[in-house]
């Protein structure tokens, strides 16, 4: 391991001096007082938002989230509940009033004891909507919470109360099935009480590490902006027995093939990879193959000429042939003609998400595609005004963008111009709404259809096209109280079938799967159900 960790450091000098790929540098300050034969080293993305779970946590909150947070509890691989900070949850009769019991042993790394204040302090900064938070919504199922965020209520009509240090009671504005689900979500963990109480403030920049104390596995003892996060293990954590991994090293790098290059060197012990990686490594153990609960999508700018047409949307979105873009993609994806992830699991039924619809809500049918685009008055595209539609620039994002664009082109006649935009500037875009088209992807937080649908109520935090569908409303509040499971997904089946192909609020496209290269020295995957993705913070490293 110690020659991982001196490649690791030479790898990371090596692309900052390139330029062309953020790494680490500092190796000889990185190694310092790091036991080599117990750490691990992959790679993260560029740094954005922040690691606040009240405020704008983006991508690199979810890096943070993979080793350092720690929910009340967490699902595990066979669906069963594992109490994390949690004692136990006592739950009322008509599941409107949950009361969490937290453990007596739950401390902060720095030996301060986490307590329901500490939550409190999370949820009531969450619902400032100068918080910049887009999990804020996820807080509207408590009492009081929408009222809070939208300034017509205070804390004193909040239903979270703490009758003592280690209880917090959530009185729900009616019953909620998944509630316990939402655990996993930044607005539901605990930030310390009195160190982290400004909204991304320089302690959620990992400018003040003294007060980016961590409850979780590990704690971020050492970070080099644009460089590399280094991760020691936390053993004041409740379940520190469980974490086995010394160290964890997170190299910063965005470039796909850099990052490929660097495992095969023997830089990174395991990486997310995409196709490119399955011919040459077909057969070996070292890749790893999950389907994803993740969707692609294309998001319409509704307020504005063209896509103001209900017509023209439906026609966008008909004249797509979902598998042509599969296969320009790569064997990991498939075509979609649903928003929610074909693959996420039915509680109600025990079968994929598409299993259960029966049918897709949208399917390929250039023909009625080009009779709408002509009902709106441009027959076979002519006169149809100039759009763009704007993307991440990464490779798999410009496969699908230009997939796309000689789709429209061929059973349009519409010639869409495309714009690559760096990753944050892409998220910036469509958050601020200055787009016509715009790419969107979505991976499940939690394991429910929720987690994607209730993005596009009328007014969430999330609702980046102002997306709003009275039916769609209705029937999306019809399901977050209903308590049988059938009834409530099959109103969440009838309600993305009216999101897509009625109101069309955007162009489902495709399903991924995850692809990991793990090398020999990694052990014990555990994967996140929700979401298919390794939890980092449980694999064990074994030294040569």
């Known amino acids: ?50 690691l606040d779970s009240a405020g704008d946590s983006s991508l690199w909150w979810w890096s943070y989230d993979d080793v350092c947070m720690a929910p009340l509890m967490e699902m595990e691989e066979d669906g069963s509940w594992n109490y994390i900070l949690a004692e136990s949850v006592d739950v009322s009769d008509d599941m409107t009033r949950y009361t969490v019991h937290i453990r007596e042993e739950a401390k902060w790394n720095n030996g301060d004891d986490v ?113 590399y996060c280094l991760y020691k293990k936390n053993e004041s954590y409740v379940q520190a027995d469980r974490i086995t991994t010394e160290t964890v090293q997170k190299i910063v790098m965005d470039d796909t093939q850099s990052i490929i290059n660097a495992y095969r060197a023997g830089d990174l012990n395991f990486i997310t990879a995409d196709d490119i990686v399955m011919d040459k490594y077909a057969g070996s ?27 023209i949307r439906q026609a966008f979105t008909l004249a797509v042939n979902r598998e042509e873009v599969a296969q320009a993609c790569g064997s990991s994806f498939e075509g ?71 789709q429209w082109k061929e059973n349009l006649g519409i010639e869409v111009e495309l714009q690559a935009q760096e990753q944050q500037v892409n998220i910036s875009t469509r958050r601020s709404g200055d787009y016509q088209l ?19 109520r009328t007014g969430d935090s999330y609702n980046d096209n102002n997306t709003s569908c009275e039916e769609f ?28 192909s009625d109101y069309c609020f955007g162009v489902p496209v495709l399903n991924s799967s995850n692809i990991y290269l793990v090398d020999e020295h990694i052990t014990n995957f555990e994967l996140d159900p929700a979401r298919n993705v390794i939890r980092t913070k449980y694999l064990k490293f074994t030294p040569d």
């Open 1 to 50: 391991m110690k020659k991982i960790w001196k490649r690791a450091a030479a790898l990371a000098m090596a692309v900052l001096t390139a330029g062309s790929v953020p790494g680490c540098g500092q190796g000889d300050r990185l190694a310092a007082g790091v036991n080599t034969d117990n750490a691990i080293v992959t790679s993260m993305s560029t740094e954005s938002g922040s």
């Open 115 to 227: 307590t329901s204040a500490d939550f409190l302090n999370t949820i009531t900064r969450a619902l400032d909507p100068e918080c910049q938070s887009g999990y804020s919504s996820m807080l509207f199922v408590i009492q009081g919470a929408q009222e809070m965020y939208n300034g017509e209520g205070d804390v004193s009509g909040l239903g979270v109360t703490c009758p003592d240090d280690k209880t917090i009671v959530f009185d729900l504005t009616g019953p909620c099935t998944y509630f316990e689900q939402l655990f996993v979500l930044p607005v539901y963990m605990p930030t310390h009480r009195e160190l982290q109480t400004e909204t991304n403030g320089d302690w959620a920049m990992g400018n003040d590490m003294d007060a980016l104390v961590s409850c979780g596995p590990y704690y971020l003892a050492e970070y080099v902006p644009n460089q």
């Open 285 to 311: 153990d070292e890749l790893q193959v999950w389907p994803s609960i993740t969707s692609y999508y294309v998001l319409f700018n509704m307020e504005e000429a063209p896509f103001d047409d209900v017509r």
């Open 336 to 406: 979609s003609g649903f928003f929610v992830a074909k693959h996420l699991l039915s509680s109600a039924s025990g079968e994929d998400w598409s299993d259960e619809a029966g049918e897709d809500p949208v399917t390929f049918d250039p023909e009625r595609a080009r009779e709408l685009l002509a009902e709106a008055g441009y027959p076979d595209g002519e006169g149809f005004p100039q759009v763009t539609y704007k993307y991440p620039s990464l490779q798999i994002d410009s496969d699908i963008a230009q997939a796309l664009q000689a």
């Open 438 to 456: 715009c790419r969107m992807r979505w991976t499940a937080d939690f394991a429910d259809p929720y987690t994607f649908l209730s993005m596009y």
């Open 473 to 500: 409303d209705t029937l999306m509040a019809q399901a977050g109280e209903e308590s049988n499971p059938t009834e409530r997904f099959r109103l969440m089946h009838e309600a993305e079938k009216i999101l897509l």
